[in-house]
């Protein structure tokens, strides 16, 4: 990839950016409604993982939503998830990604369709119980808690889980 192709990409999806672009979100999330499938229209796709195969459908972005807590809360009941497309920083997500791999290999090296190339991040159809989230030092490292612990993740958060405003706590 190109340098000045990688610096308009990491701005695009930069946190720090993503306040000015919920106005333009909310506008194109608009726009689409109408022409966008249902999810009852949308049959799915196969995709491949773990030791088998699942049928899926495409996620729904909420990033145009990602400030307002009751909306986004009743994203999560209805799909299980909230997809926040640029939520966190580009650069911050590749290098706790580049250590997570690094001790994977370390630990696991089977693990890898090509162990001379981990950071490839292609695993083994049968890779399991590969032990990483019980990684502690893994999990302290600053790459990983700039993700795991900055300041945009603990604002959603907060947003879904402490909101005032609405009425459904006993939900």
Known sequence: ?????????????????????????????????????TETDDEGFLVRGGVGTVRARRMVDSSAIAHDGKRLRERLRRDGYAMLRGFLNARDVDEARKVALAALAE?????????????????????????????QDVAARPEMQRVTECDALFRVAERVLFSDDDDDDDA
């Open 1 to 37: 990839m190109m340098p000045a192709k990688r610096a308009v990409e990491e701005e695009a999806f930069s946190h720090d950016s993503f306040s000015a672009r919920e106005a333009s979100n909310d506008a194109r999330e608009k726009k689409k409604k109408d022409t966008r499938k």
């Open 107 to 135: 630990s696991r090296p089977d693990a890898f369709v090509d162990p001379k190339h981990p950071t490839n991040g292609l695993l083994r159809p049968n890779a399991r119980s590969l032990g990483l989230l019980a990684r």
